[in-house]
């Protein structure tokens, strides 16, 4: 059997009417798309005979973790490989954020190596190289005990890596985990009558209702927002005041923006 193991991988004058923030924005997603089996996450199999038994020993290997990692994608493809990307549900993510922070003295700012910087915790949901390890040692034991049993071939090929630093958001069951973290957003809305208008920026979520099954958006605090205002500025007042409402159905493609 053949094991792969990989970690993969986020000027606007105030009096100015004009409040088209969105369709600026470039993202590699032509082949992206929520519940691909890939980097969008969910199940895609292949429909061979070996498949559902795969998915089902992934399944106990998840639950042998005691729950921690779970399994973001999988996919099986036709030339016998197996592709699974887990993620660690209890993993923050540690971002430096601009904005000052009060020291008592220059000794005291020294020791804690702030550099006038505020670091927040969010949720990241990506594994380390050892839990990878540990997810693929584990199932690799398990697929060879089933290839002897015969319910799956000896030939197959496992790869097992991370859902990436900017993953796909699952809508609804990811907003709130990732509600703090800037997204790139593409949505549609209606244009003439019986077309459909399509755009996309990187926003934040400010709310969102799962009885009305509706959320609201406003521009996220990034640098690709930012130079909008104009070199070294922050957002504009009529930049901070914008929001955006949205149907779930109208979201074609929501992830975790990163500007590293």
């Not at 050892?130 to 089933?146: C, G, N, P, Q, V």
């Not at 630093?165 to 957003?185: G, Q, S, T």
Request: proline content about 3%; aromatic content about 8%.
């Amino acid at each position: 059997m053949k094991i792969q193991e990989a970690l993969m991988d986020d000027v606007v004058d105030d009096d100015d009417d004009d409040n088209d923030w969105e369709n600026e924005y470039l993202a590699d997603d032509a082949e992206v798309h929520a519940g691909d089996g890939g980097e969008g996450g969910g199940i895609s199999l292949a429909g061979t005979w070996w498949d559902k038994e795969a998915l089902s020993i992934a399944g106990e290997v998840s639950v042998s973790c005691d729950g921690d990692l779970k399994i973001y994608a999988f996919k099986t493809l036709a030339n016998s490989t197996i592709q699974v990307r887990i993620e660690k549900l209890s993993n923050k993510l540690l971002i430096r954020c601009k904005g000052a922070v009060r020291c008592q003295n220059a000794v005291e700012h020294l020791q804690a190596n702030l550099f006038c910087s505020q670091i927040k915790q969010f949720q990241s949901g990506s594994p380390s190289m050892t839990d990878i390890e540990a997810f693929s040692s584990i199932y690799r034991a398990k697929l060879e005990e089933a290839e002897t049993a015969g319910s799956v071939p000896d030939n197959l090929s496992l790869e097992v890596s991370s859902p990436g630093v900017e993953r796909v958001v699952r809508i609804p069951e990811d907003l709130d985990r990732f509600k703090e973290r800037p997204m790139y957003v593409k949505y549609v809305t209606e244009g003439v009558p019986g077309s459909a208008v399509e755009s996309d920026g990187i926003f934040r979520l400010v709310s969102f209702d799962l009885e009305t099954n509706c959320c609201s958006w406003g521009l996220a605090d990034v640098k690709i927002n930012r130079e909008k205002a104009g070199k070294g500025r922050p957002l504009s007042k009529k930049q901070r005041e914008w929001r955006l409402n949205t149907p779930f159905d109208s979201l074609c493609l929501v992830r975790l923006y990163s500007e590293i």
